[in-house]
Nanobody, 122 residues
Framework: QVQLVESGGGLVLPGGSLRLSCAAS????????MGWFRQAPGKEREFVAS????????DYADSVKGRFTISRDITKRTVYLQMNSLKPEDTAVYYC???????????????WGQGTQVTVSP
């Protein structure tokens, strides 16, 4: 089973950028569809982006499409979320997820990281 550790969160001004990283230990990233989710205070956790185990497919929530980019580096066992043009409504704890099921979905799998806080504020 893979273990996930997120990093890269912080405080950023509206319109700014951040890159989140998710370091995976254990099994290869090619075993899992990898995703990013977020949870804002008082709200349910929501899907942000995912990349298939082959790396050939990506999916984005409408709210981040065109601003966020998910990618991975197999040799570094790391998944990234590049976030540009950040808005205050992007403020949340961001979680990395690994899904071993056959199809890539927006539900996420059973393996989660501990989360990293992103705060977008003037």
């Amino acid at each position: 089973q893979v273990q996930l550790v997120e990093s890269g969160g912080g405080l950023v001004l509206p319109g700014g950028s951040l890159r989140l990283s998710c370091a995976a230990s254990g099994r290869s990233l090619t075993t899992y569809h990898m995703g990013w989710f977020r949870q804002a205070p008082g709200k349910e956790r929501e899907f942000v982006a995912s990349i298939s185990r082959s790396g050939g497919s990506t999916d984005y929530a409408d709210s981040v499409k065109g601003r966020f980019t998910i990618s991975r580096d197999i040799t570094k066992r790391t998944v990234y979320l590049q976030m540009n043009s950040l808005k205050p409504e992007d403020t949340a704890v961001y979680y990395c997820n690994a899904d071993s099921r056959l199809a890539m979905t927006r539900r996420g799998g059973a393996i989660w990281g501990q989360g990293t806080q992103v705060t977008v504020s003037p």
